[in-house]
């Protein structure tokens, strides 16, 4: 499968635990996205890569998140300290190009805090 | 941000009937407007997508419009089958995609 991977799928853990989760775009793609989805809304921005460089990250990924992307290759997000609040679908997409190009999503890192 | 607002939040149909989804925003310079496609516990699926420089555009069943003037535009499937059941997104373009609530689609045999 050429597509775009994430692990783990599920994630449960205690409040106050920190968490990685990885993200695998398609090998082409130069531009990684991460998004949140809770229940019942459509996936919301956190940040972006362009190659290694993060270039936009969004008022909802507070000083507890940390995204990286080494290399331009695989990317992952931490969350330090995790909150009842944090509990989501952490969502992953890759593109290529620069913007307006179609974005392809994996199946998501479902988190859940106890 | 960008605002998008999608229409209805809940569509059933009868298997064979069209469905129609809709969406506004508020950025005229936006110009790309994909529509997502997402099961159960599944990531979001493109399903097809259109650009400001198009009014319209098909593949097989699925067919988008878009209106630029008005801003809005609108996701058409026709002769549904069950397996279109899911919840559909649409989106807009920034520097990231911004989607609206989404839309949940049911076609009962």
């Known amino acids: 499968d050429t597509g775009v991977s994430q692990n783990p799928r599920h994630k449960i853990t205690k409040r106050g635990q920190n968490v990685t989760f990885r993200c695998d775009p ?24 362009q190659n290694e460089a993060q270039l936009e990250k969004s008022r909802l990924l507070s000083d507890r998140f940390s995204a990286e992307r080494p290399k331009g ?3 992952t997000l931490e969350i330090q300290r995790t909150e009842q609040g944090d ?28 | 941000g960008e605002n998008v607002e999608q229409h209805p939040s809940t569509l059933s ?9 809709k969406c506004t925003y508020s950025d005229s310079a936006s110009n790309y407007f994909p529509w997502y496609k997402q099961e159960l516990g599944k990531g979001p699926q493109l399903i097809i997508d259109i650009r400001s420089n198009v009014g319209e555009k098909k593949d097989q069943r699925i067919a988008v419009t878009l209106n630029k003037t008005a801003k809005h535009f609108s996701l058409h499937i026709t002769e549904t089958q069950p397996e279109d059941s899911a919840v559909y997104f649409c989106a807009v373009s920034g520097y990231a995609l911004n989607f609206g609530k989404g839309t949940s689609l049911l076609v009962t045999p």
């Open chain 2, 13 to 21: 149909v009868q298997e064979g009937d069209s469905a129609v989804i």
């Open chain 1, 87 to 114: 509990s989501a679908m952490y969502l992953c997409a890759s593109s290529w190009g620069e913007r307006n190009q179609p974005q392809h999503f994996g199946d998501g890192t479902r988190l859940s805090i106890l």
């Open chain 1, 73 to 75: 290759s695989f990317s």
């Open chain 1, 26 to 49: 398609i090998s082409e793609h130069n531009r990684l996205y991460w998004y949140r989805q809770t229940l019942g809304q459509g996936p919301e921005f956190l940040t972006y890569f």
